[in-house]
Nanobody, 126 residues
Framework: QGQLVESGGGSVQAGGSLRLSCAAS????????MGWFRQAPGKGREWVAI???????KYADSVKGRFIIFKDSAKNTLYLQMNTLKPEDTGMYYC????????????????????WGQGTQVTVSS
């Protein structure tokens, strides 16, 4: 079994910052791929960022230059530093992980991730 638990969401004004955390346990520890997805109200889940292997990273165009994904292996925790937040960043943010390397080919697909957290809400007001 593996578990992912997100935290750090909240309400912030546009231009502000938040840092999301995702604590991994069980089989998700040292997962090859870890990433963040988000889901805005009334929309489908979309990929935000991924980190794989030691330091292979990718970002969605909508967050590139504003968000940073990184992990602390000693703490078994994945982070998403979100800066210069915009109202369109509002949504439920989900942490995802997979022990295989398939995410390096299909990083945007939910099917590339076997484990999911319950999500943490981020609300950005204008």
């Amino acid at each position: 079994q593996g578990q992912l638990v997100e935290s750090g969401g909240g309400s912030v004004q546009a231009g502000g910052s938040l840092r999301l955390s995702c604590a991994a346990s069980g089989r998700t520890i040292n997962a090859y791929c870890m990433g963040w997805f988000r889901q805005a109200p009334g929309k489908g889940r979309e990929w935000v960022a991924i980190i794989a292997d030691a330091n292979w990273k990718k970002y969605a165009d909508s967050v590139k230059g504003r968000f940073i994904i990184f992990k602390d292996s000693a703490k078994n925790t994945l982070y998403l530093q979100m800066n210069t937040l915009k109202p369109e960043d509002t949504g439920m943010y989900y942490c995802a992980a997979d022990p295989t390397s398939r995410c390096t080919t299909f990083w945007w697909s939910e099917r590339s991730y076997s484990f999911w957290g319950q999500g943490t809400q981020v609300t950005v007001s204008s």
